[in-house]
């Protein structure tokens, strides 16, 4: 399995192994700002996605805090056909500290390693969620238009090689 090491956070391909400690992680206030409605819909989207990452449609990491080696959060890249291919979340407890920055730098590097002839990737972020908006351009991502998202208004988020 494929570990790639910041100095506060490594990543690596999510597996079955951590589905429980994604849950654990995944609290009411993330699933509040993701727009989802119960840990039962974000098991069975992981399940989902674990299943596709096996047949290479999609790229999920998990994101774990180096000094207690334990699950913070994750970062997916969909496959292009998504409005929006990332797909991300971090407990709140690590916010404000960079660790998105350093796991978001970590896999993108690696995305674009492994899909050289792919030149960007889109995220969709909710006009009310500042902070992921904040975290995303401050990794190097630009804002570009403002679209219509399935809940209220969303920027759309491209981010370079």
């Known amino acids: 399995m494929n570990i ?3 100095d506060r956070v490594y ?3 999510l597996s079955t192994e951590y589905v429980q400690d994604y849950l654990d992680m995944f609290s009411t206030t993330v699933q509040k700002i993701l727009g989802v409605s119960s840990l039962w819909n ?6 989902c996605q674990l ?6 449609k999609t790229f999920l990491y998990g994101i774990f805090e180096k000094s207690q080696d334990h699950l913070i959060g994750s970062i997916e890249i969909r496959s292009i056909e998504h409005r929006g291919q ?3 979340w971090m407990h709140e407890d690590y916010w404000g500290k960079g660790l998105f920055q ?3 730098a970590l896999v993108r590097s690696d995305y674009f390693s492994k899909n ?13 969620n500042n902070a992921s908006l904040k975290a995303l ?3 190097g991502c630009k804002s570009v238009r403002m679209c219509k998202g399935p809940r209220e208004n969303q920027h759309e988020i491209i981010c370079y090689r």
């Open 137 to 139: 351009l401050k990794a």
């Open 51 to 56: 299943k596709k990452q096996k047949e290479g």
């Open 42 to 47: 974000e098991f069975e989207y992981l399940h």
């Open 11 to 13: 990543v690596k391909e």
């Open 116 to 128: 050289k002839q792919i030149t960007e990737f889109t995220a969709r972020v909710d006009v009310s």
């Open 4 to 6: 790639l090491v910041a």
């Open 86 to 88: 990332l797909y991300t």
């Open 102 to 104: 350093d796991a978001f």
